[in-house]
């Protein structure tokens, strides 16, 4: 079983859209969430980390549903430049657990 | 502040052949970890160094594969001898002391032919 597992889309949304995705993770012992995006042949780069409690920054909105193992991104008001691949991410002390990834498309 | 820098970007080498892949980490980050993507899979955890020292090696896929950081500043990771299956992106990541926050590498592409 996947340690990540994220539903890989694509998502072709119109520009001004909402688009939203999640993933489920099997760790329970994971502490650490985070949404990653990567362009295309670009490293990730980290978008934004995930709390509990939601966290909003700027048109994006996550949410973690431990209960459920469930973590959530929401994307407002979209716009071309934000097409890439998401990737949800649960963290262990140190390492790293990747899911595979969402493309999300926005076209004009 | 200059990012994580790897090298080299791209590397064709055939199948039995050695190839050393370097990582230069932000300066300061006395993290560093090694992570793969192969193929249509998601991104893997290699290992992880603390300066110079190996905490976590876990994830190397055999023995064929040998990571190092002497000094505590930048880290190779060499493939010896390569097979086809290593072929994927090799990216590399560094982070502060005490943080979550994992800064990536452009990666180096690797194709064994």
């Known amino acids: 079983r996947k340690e990540v597992e994220q539903d890989p889309g694509p998502f072709n949304v119109p520009e001004g859209a909402t688009v939203a995705f999640n993933c489920t993770y099997s760790?329970?012992?994971?502490?650490?969430f985070f949404w990653y995006r990567q362009d295309c042949r670009k490293e990730p780069k980290l978008l934004m980390s995930v709390y509990s409690s939601g966290n909003e920054d700027g048109r994006f909105t996550a949410q973690l549903n431990r209960a459920s193992q469930y973590i959530s991104l929401l994307i407002r008001d979209s716009k071309l430049s934000d097409s890439a691949t998401y990737l949800c991410v649960a963290q262990k002390t140190y390492k790293l657990s990747f899911g595979a990834g969402t493309t999300v498309t926005v076209r004009a | 502040e200059a990012g994580v820098t790897q090298f080299p970007s791209h590397s064709v080498i055939e199948k039995g052949q050695t190839v050393t892949l370097r990582c230069d980490p932000i300066s300061g980050h006395d993290n560093l970890y090694w992570y793969r993507r192969v193929m249509g899979k998601e991104i893997k955890f290699l290992l992880h160094?603390?300066?110079?020292?190996?905490?976590?090696e876990s994830g190397m896929p055999n023995n064929r594969f040998l990571a190092e950081r002497t000094g505590g500043t930048y880290s190779t990771l060499k493939v010896q001898p390569a097979e086809l299956e290593d072929s994927g992106v090799y990216f590399c990541?560094?982070?502060?002391?005490?943080?979550?926050?994992?800064?990536f590498g452009p990666g180096t592409r690797l194709t064994v032919l």
């Open positions: 760790n329970s012992a994971s502490q650490s």
């Open positions: 160094f603390v300066k110079e020292s190996k905490q976590d």
């Open positions: 990541a560094s982070s502060q002391p005490g943080t979550d926050t994992q800064y």
